[in-house]
């Protein structure tokens, strides 16, 4: 099972869990299965622009982003972009 | 009267209570992460609805029915995928005639709830309105930010699309913008476009209503269909957002004048509130109390008065501050909260 690991104000909304463990093939799978998917994905089903995604340290938006494959120990890692300096 | 002040700001929510008017008990930051537009108590239920927005995470609405112990986001609240807009921001809620709710939002729709903010449908009637194509965002965006229900009748307001009216709980929007200026376009008196900061309509009235704009103040006895401009009569400026009215006299108004356009402080550097108690033809000063010299700003939701006619506004640097009925004398009932986004008050 991948791991997913979110910020704070998500994990608030998520009731407070911060690490989710999820059975997801990619990047896309796993952030769709998380009960705050509507926070990270736009009324078109896009990535909201200020979120960052990170997989095993790597940043997937330098990468295949959404259809980044996962191994079964990934760890994806939510972050919002660094914005207002 | 016991009273709650939902006080909505850039770092959350908070609740100011307080029994007597003179003692004040803050609880917050309540959605801490989140930029609280607007927040309400519902008369109906007493639930607590926030407009909600972040920068990474988007817009949305959140509910609380514990007084703001838990809170539960909307499930689904969007545009429609097949079109070309997107939910940008939340901006304003009110409570219906019946058992729904209404949401203003950014670019220019609104959205109704008939399960208490859990699902928000888009209002088809504004979303597919035919003047859309000459709406433009003001300086905060498309913001539906103003929604009034009296007798049947729906206004809003969208800065800068104007004000419009329905008659058929939504279907369709008339326009109702006649003699109110638009001064930054080039037709200065459009049908719509104008830039609306702040629409209400007075409760024993509800054919009076009035409008803080970005061009004036102005004055309609007439639901709308024709408006009086009554800036100058005292006023220092013709600019500003906040606008508040007196809940048993419909002659009176309160309004906060900015600078001007380009400068968003207040006019004359002085956080004056001024008064009309003669229906806008002449204005007085109303700020006994407040700081002669300053430059904070209060925006367009940051005003607000009870049922027994107190008054209440909310400042950029975060201060609340109170006046009895007739505008003063005023005193600071909370200082140094996060930016002040809106102010409401409720019976608590």
Redesign the interface.
């Known amino acids: 099972m991948a791991v997913v690991l979110l910020p704070?104000?998500?994990a608030?909304?998520a009731g407070g869990q911060k690490r989710f463990e999820v059975d997801a093939a990619t990047v896309g799978d796993a952030l769709r299965a998380l009960p705050?998917n509507?926070?990270?994905f736009?009324?078109?089903?896009a990535l909201?622009r200020?979120?960052n995604v990170y997989v095993d340290g790597v940043d997937a938006r330098g990468g295949r982003l959404l259809d980044e494959p996962l191994r079964a120990d990934s760890e994806v890692r939510v972050v919002?972009?660094v914005?207002?300096g | 009267m016991a009273v709650l002040l939902p006080i909505g700001t850039r770092k959350g929510l908070f609740l100011v209570r307080s029994d007597d008017g003179k003692a004040w008990e803050v609880d917050g930051p309540l959605l801490?992460?989140?930029s609280v537009y607007h927040a309400i108590v519902d008369p109906r239920d007493s639930a607590l609805h926030a407009a909600t927005n972040?920068?990474?995470?988007?817009a949305?609405t959140h509910r609380s029915d514990d007084g703001g112990k838990t809170w539960e986001?909307a499930?689904?609240?969007?545009?429609?995928?097949e079109g070309d807009l997107?939910?940008n921001a939340t901006w304003h809620l009110e409570a219906g005639a019946d058992s729904e709710l209404w949401l203003g939002a950014d670019p220019g729709v609104l959205f109704r709830s008939d399960d208490a903010g859990k699902t928000w449908q888009v209002n088809r009637g504004l979303l597919e309105h035919p003047t859309r194509d000459r709406w433009q965002p003001g300086a905060g965006g498309m913001c539906t930010h103003s929604i009034q229900l009296v007798d049947g009748t729906m206004y809003i307001a969208i800065s800068a699309a104007g004000a419009f009216r329905s008659e058929d709980g939504g279907d369709s929007w008339t326009p109702i913008n006649k003699s109110v200026a638009a001064e930054f376009m080039p037709d200065p008196y459009p049908d719509v476009g104008q830039c609306v900061h702040k629409l209400l309509v007075h409760p024993r009235r509800p054919e009076r209503l009035w409008q803080q704009n970005h061009c004036g103040v102005y004055r309609s006895d007439d639901r709308g269909d024709n408006w009086e401009r009554l800036d100058g009569n005292g006023l220092p400026t013709s600019f500003g957002f906040a606008l508040a009215l007196d809940p048993e006299d419909p002659d009176v108004a309160y309004v906060i004048p900015e600078q001007s356009q380009e400068h968003h402080f207040t006019a004359e550097g002085r956080l004056g509130v001024y008064r009309t108690g003669d229906g806008g033809a002449s204005w007085e000063l109303a700020s006994d109390g407040l700081p002669e010299r300053a430059w904070v700003a209060v925006l367009r939701e940051g005003l607000a008065y009870d049922d027994e006619g107190k008054l209440y506004f909310g400042t950029q640097n975060g201060s609340v501050w109170t006046a009895p009925r007739g505008g003063g004398p005023w005193t600071e009932a909370v200082r140094d909260l996060p930016p002040i986004l809106s102010v409401e008050a409720a019976a608590a």
Do not use: H, Q
């Not at chain 1, 736009?42 to 089903?45: I, S």
């Open positions: 704070a104000v998500l608030a909304e705050v509507n926070l990270l736009d009324e078109t089903g909201r200020l979120i919002g972009a914005a207002g | 801490p992460g989140w972040n920068p990474f995470y988007g949305t986001r499930e689904a609240l969007g545009l429609p995928e997107k939910l």
